[in-house]
């Protein structure tokens, strides 16, 4: 599926896509229903952790457009899923197969997203954030390689630059060269939250490939969640692993896949809706 007429603007919604495809796993006992796509005051886009979340239009034009040619047949699921895979390739990474045949679920709540780890969240934290979803920690390391792609928000990471763990001074564990740069964008008391790349290589920032891995074991990991991964002693050997092989695009959409089918809704669950934003 074409989710844009050009190689640039497919470029452009890359993390966008790929974060909202992170983000469409909540709590229950479902995996991929486009519920973060339904509006609502209590939907999944109102809890903190959705708020950083943006492409929604994308999907909206993308759901238009298949529902000229095709009325009710392809879910709002299928087109993340399909969207994502596409600009994966078009960053330079590994065009995958996907399965497709999902349903969208009705009911979207915030409470629903209390698992999905946060920035700050601990190695530990994370990996068990992820089992409850079926994924090992190997799946976990391959799936933040998205981040090679990734922008985020200062607020997001403020506190390693000026107040870690409430202590008053900077995290101790990033680079000093990269602590100079984000404050420069991330000034401490800044009414404007700005973004930065989580890639900080700006030679491949833009490009699926393997490069956020050999980031983060110098230290220059945007993320606490991220950086915490290259020096925790049971995953850090993974992390250089990823880093130095030669099958990085190929492991990453496997893991890609194997997010895309958890627990997904199919046959007579659910709905094919006609509008992404509202159930039918």
């Known amino acids: 599926m074409a989710m844009a007429n050009s190689k640039a603007v497919a470029l452009a919604v890359g993390f966008i896509l790929l974060n909202l495809t992170s983000h469409c796993y909540d709590v229950e006992d479902i995996g991929c229903d486009a519920s973060i796509l339904l509006d609502g005051s209590n ?6 952790a959705n708020l950083s979340v943006r492409g ?37 990474g590994r065009r995958h197969s996907v399965q497709t045949g999902r349903r ?4 979207s709540l915030a409470r ?29 390391i391959y799936l933040l390689g998205g981040h090679t792609i990734g922008v ?9 630059l000026y107040n870690f763990q409430n202590m008053g001074k900077p995290d101790p564990t990033m680079d000093l060269g990269l602590l100079t740069s984000l404050r420069k964008t991330c000034a401490q008391n800044a009414t404007v939250d700005r973004t930065v790349n989580l890639d900080q290589n700006p030679l491949s920032s833009k490009v699926i490939d393997k490069s956020f891995y050999s980031q983060i074991m110098l230290r ?22 990823v880093a130095a092989s030669s099958d990085f695009n190929t492991k990453f959409g496997q893991a ?4 895309g089918a958890m627990q997904v809704l199919t046959g007579t669950q659910g709905e094919i809706r006609q509008s992404c934003r509202s159930i039918n």
């Open 43 to 48: 939907s999944e886009k109102t809890a903190p």
């Open 56 to 92: 929604y239009n994308v999907i909206d034009d993308a759901k238009a457009a298949v529902e000229k040619v095709c009325p009710g047949v392809v879910s709002c699921a299928d087109i993340i899923i399909m969207a994502t895979r596409d600009v994966i390739s078009f960053s330079g």
């Open 104 to 107: 969208d679920g009705r009911v």
């Open 112 to 140: 629903n997203t209390q698992s999905l780890p946060s920035p700050s969240a601990s190695v530990s934290s994370a990996i068990r954030a992820f089992a409850r979803k079926g994924l090992t920690p190997t799946d976990m």
């Open 152 to 160: 985020a928000h200062c607020s997001l990471f403020q506190d390693r």
């Open 220 to 241: 220059r990991g945007v993320l606490q969640t991220d950086q915490e991964l290259a020096l925790d002693p049971l995953n850090k050997s993974k992390v250089a692993a």
């Open 256 to 259: 890609m896949v194997k997010m």
